[in-house]
């Protein structure tokens, strides 16, 4: 039988390749997970946190889609996203929300944004496959 969820997780795509993988995982089965896209550096919502955007694509305040929130996994694949992680991990770890890092890529593409992610995020899974997105969730009971 598995686990029954036990917390309310936010999984947050810093980019365009990113964004494709939450879309592939967003369709699991997730009883209280939601998954959000981050804007540009240049979008930001007063106080200067970053926008995000709900998957169809209706914008978001980090401070509201943080409320409630016990868990954040960050996906990156590359370093266009590491002003929205770091402050992301800021705000994560100003609320005591554990954070989670997964950087996807064979290479080097994203160390920027794994150097951002480092002093915020609790875990941080560096991989080249993608079902270690749905892995994490899972253990997460999500």
């Known amino acids: 039988m598995p686990l029954a969820p036990a917390r309310n997780a936010r999984v947050i795509a810093l980019d365009r390749a ?12 997730w009883a209280k997970a939601r998954f959000y896209t981050a804007g540009a550096s240049s979008e930001a919502a007063p106080g200067g946190a970053p926008l995000l955007f709900e998957l169809h694509g209706r914008p978001a305040a980090l401070a509201d889609v943080l409320t409630g929130t016990d868990v954040v996994v960050i996906l ?18 100003a609320r005591a929300i554990t954070t989670a890092g997964v950087v996807l890529g064979d290479g080097f593409e994203a160390d920027d944004a794994v150097a951002a992610l480092r002093p915020h995020a609790r875990v941080l899974l560096l991989s080249a496959d993608e079902s270690d997105v749905f892995e994490l969730l899972t253990a997460l009971r999500v």
């Not at 990113?18 to 089965?29: I, K, S, Y």
């Not at 990156?76 to 770890?93: F, H, L, N, P, Y």
């Open 76 to 93: 990156a694949t590359e370093d266009s996203g590491r002003a929205q992680a770091a402050a992301i991990g800021r705000e994560c770890g």
């Open 18 to 29: 990113a964004e494709a993988v939450a879309r592939r995982v967003a369709r699991g089965p």
